[in-house]
């Protein structure tokens, strides 16, 4: 979603922004009204604003190896006298655009993997702890393995046992409570994702970690910082999402969902499903399964074809390379439903009329990402 800018903002966050840019501001008294209206809607003790979730992982990591030293914090990423190993599953060693260990790493951490890709125990986790265990970061992505790894609450507990701090990076989840009422200490979330903010992430849990990670605004946390407008525009984010109506808003995610379902049908070759998010989230997906033998395309000669559209449609492709993708329904207009049926089934009927088709390799598609990267501003 980055690579799109991340979301439609708000009408909340947009009114926030454009009211604070204009103004000077004391950032210290703003970031205290945040942490009140964070705490608030995430039923917690203090939280602040900063630039991404990805720098409040970093920042919140830090905070865990200086505690209240500030000549630690300017240290950073100096680590040598620290504790400063930082526990996490191996099946929740993602990329979400940029690699996760990184984000712990560059506070200056050691990462020590627990378990391997498909298998996470409570004994690997008791085992992984030692006296310069900082911290745990447990992720919750669909990136991140789904089955056979630790739950939250037994990695919690394990952790807590020994007195090692938990972050959570619940960057995408709908519950901001959930997670901190089983314990965990620090809990990080994207603003602009599925809550329609502007750029910013927010960290949030118990006091004194929370102060922790603040204090790194004046050594690492620098470079991240957020400007008045992410704050403001994040706390207002944070009130209209818990007014939102999201019955309502689901009910008209899934209509979109059944319209391009029923866009497709009859298709040889295309197959569909409605499948709930597999993190939990109140939201369900479709999925578009492609037989290339029948379609005449495959799945990410398909997703090319809708990107390349006269109004692009770009689908979830993390999975392509299993025959299918998924299309998301959140953030997309009322008046875009029919559009994007309408893209799908010109992409898929246009494939059917050739004559023949010789698929291409799915590593050339992942390829030309990189290299487009590389050429990158031609
Ligand atoms: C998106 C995401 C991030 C990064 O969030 P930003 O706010 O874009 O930095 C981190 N972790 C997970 C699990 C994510 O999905």
Redesign the pocket.
Known sequence: M?SLGASIAVPEAIEAASQILPQFVEIGALQKYASRVIAEVCESEAGFVTA????G?TIAVAGTMTGPDLGAVERLPDTSRLKNEVLIQTGHL?N??AP?DQAIRISGARIVPVGQSTTGRRYQLESAITESTAAAVF???H?AVQYGLIQLDEFIEVCHARNVPVIV?A??EYDLRRFLALGADICLY?A??FMGGITA?IVVGKREHVRHAYLQNIGIGRGMKVGKEGILATAATLQAWVKRDHAADRQRQNANLVCWQDAVAGFAGIRTEILPDPTGNPLSRLRVSVDPAQAKVTAWELADLLSQAERPVIVRDDEIDQGYFEMDPCNVRDNETDIVAKTLRTAIATAATQSTHKPTPVHERRNRNAAALLNWPE
């Open positions: 980055t991404s979730c990805s720098a992982l993602i979400y655009g996760v992720v919750i992505s990136h990076d960057a995408s994207s602009h994702k992430g």
